[in-house]
């Protein structure tokens, strides 16, 4: 009597098409926070890229409403080889985004300000992407810093407006003690007195 083969309950892995791309085609994703600087570390990149040439391919992906090719993972590498004039670099093709990879990128970058922050995590819950819990575990960080984002985003709208308009970025620190004010005008004085230097410049610049 045969006997049936087992099923074989393993998901097929998804490859990744590699191929030469020409640079130019491929352009940043919009929805990244923050553009790729050319600072020192990006300096060091293109020193690198120049010596050895791409390690690592960039993940692109298409859009479908206008067929732009977008880069997913690898801005600034592919910054860095369009300042260095190279014509074509490799890639990986995906389908379709992966709209968490792409918030994950987000929220790692060092040079996103703590506001930024809060309301792109906010942005995020918002369209029910990700649940709290799950951002939270991909970020590192435990469920009451996610709330503290959230709380801080949820301000007043004309209190947020303020802290759009600020000359110097606000520390993490610096905007939950704003968020937890008792009433919006305490809030709008706190940012006043921001804005007239009495709060310290060391504060205003530390990082999340």
């Known amino acids: ?76 590498r592919l910054l860095a080889c369009k300042d260095l004039g190279m014509k074509e670099i490799p890639v990986l093709i995906k389908k379709k985004p992966s709209r968490t990879k792409t918030l994950i990128a987000n929220m ?40 503290h984002l959230l709380k801080i985003a949820s301000m007043d709208k004309e209190v947020i407006k303020k802290v759009d308009q600020s000359s110097e970025p606000w520390t993490l620190s610096a905007l939950r003690k704003l968020s937890n004010m008792r009433s919006q005008d305490e809030q709008l004085r706190m940012i006043a007195d921001k804005k007239k230097g009495e709060i310290g410049r060391a504060s205003c610049r530390e990082r999340v």
């Open 108 to 147: 790692h970058r060092e040079d996103i300000p703590a506001f930024d922050r809060a309301k792109f995590v906010k942005k995020i819950l918002d369209k029910k992407i990700i649940s709290q819990r799950n951002l939270a575990k991909k970020l590192g960080k435990d469920e009451s810093w996610i709330s």
């Open 1 to 76: 009597m045969r006997k049936d083969k087992p099923k074989n309950n393993k998901k097929k892995s998804k490859k990744l098409k590699f191929r030469m791309f020409p640079t130019s085609n491929i352009q940043e994703n919009p929805k990244c926070l923050r553009k790729t600087k050319r600072d020192e570390d990006f300096k060091s990149l293109k020193d690198s890229i120049s010596a050895i040439g791409i390690v690592q391919p960039l993940i692109i992906f298409k859009k479908k409403k206008d067929g732009t090719w977008i880069v997913e993972d690898g801005a600034r």
